[in-house]
């Protein structure tokens, strides 16, 4: 926590100051992050999922399998958080990489 020191002073500098220590907040602000989720569709192949999450997301083939399974029974699901800038490139990188392989996987950033 940060002090800073105010020193009241009276006009005439006559050693009857006042001095007031007030507390500020670390006016130092976290950069807001961001959700990538994969969305579900009915044409992309699950292994071109698994993939993706693995290629682009640094997934175990066993965790990708299992967010895979799970973007398919609930339509979509969080893969990871970062900031503003990570998250563009990795939404960039999964839809150019879908759209290389004419596939219609969807993937979106969200405001945490
Ligand atoms: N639903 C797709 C299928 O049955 C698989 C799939 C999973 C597609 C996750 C997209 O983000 C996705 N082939």
Request: proline share 5%.
């Amino acid at each position: 926590m940060i002090l800073d020191k105010i020193i009241m002073a009276g006009p005439s500098d006559d050693d009857n100051d006042t001095s007031v220590v007030v507390e500020t907040k670390p006016k130092t602000k976290r950069p807001p992050l961001y959700k990538v989720m994969l969305l579900n569709d009915d044409y992309t192949p699950m292994e071109f999922v698994v993939a993706v999450l693995e290629r682009f997301f640094n997934m175990t083939h066993a965790e990708a399998f299992e967010i895979m399974l799970t973007v398919h029974k609930k339509g979509v699901a969080v893969v990871g958080v970062f900031s503003h800038e990570i998250a563009e490139t990795k939404v960039a990188q999964v839809m150019d990489f879908a759209r290389q392989h004419q596939h219609p996987l969807q993937c979106t950033m969200e405001k945490e």
